[in-house]
């Protein structure tokens, strides 16, 4: 049994298969994102793309963040951070391009509902 897998995990939880499926649409969309970004001339456009990337990078960190014991408050805040790096990056997008920002925005919902599982897990497996 995996770490994760010993964990109290809260009833709404979404199945194992909807985080895959989930991350693989909106990282679709942000590439279209992306390709409208980087195709515009707009000088925001630096801020943007750069928001987006360290939004990447600690989406994709977490992982390593999460799986491991004594970690899950630190995991759960860091989901917090990747929260407010889409939030910015959708924000610096939408001056540069609302079509862009609108592709981008799915990611602060799932992101959302990813913090609260975050701090729900914790909450359920105190000292975990």
Do not use: C, K, Y
């Amino acid at each position: 049994m995996t770490f994760f897998e010993s964990l109290t995990l809260p009833s709404w939880m979404p199945p194992g298969w909807a985080f895959p499926a989930a991350w693989f649409t909106l990282w679709a969309l942000q590439a279209v994102a992306v390709s409208i970004l980087v195709s515009s001339d707009n000088a925001g456009r630096s801020l943007a793309l750069g928001l987006l990337a360290v939004h990447f990078v600690g989406a994709v960190a977490w992982q390593t963040v999460i799986f491991a014991p004594g970690r899950l408050d630190f995991g759960a805040w860091w989901l917090f951070g990747v929260l407010v790096l889409v939030i910015a990056a959708t924000g610096a997008a939408w001056r540069v391009s609302p079509l862009a920002a609108a592709l981008i925005a799915p990611t602060i919902v799932w992101m959302s509902v990813a913090t609260t599982l975050g701090f729900s897990i914790a909450r359920l497996n105190p000292g975990a």
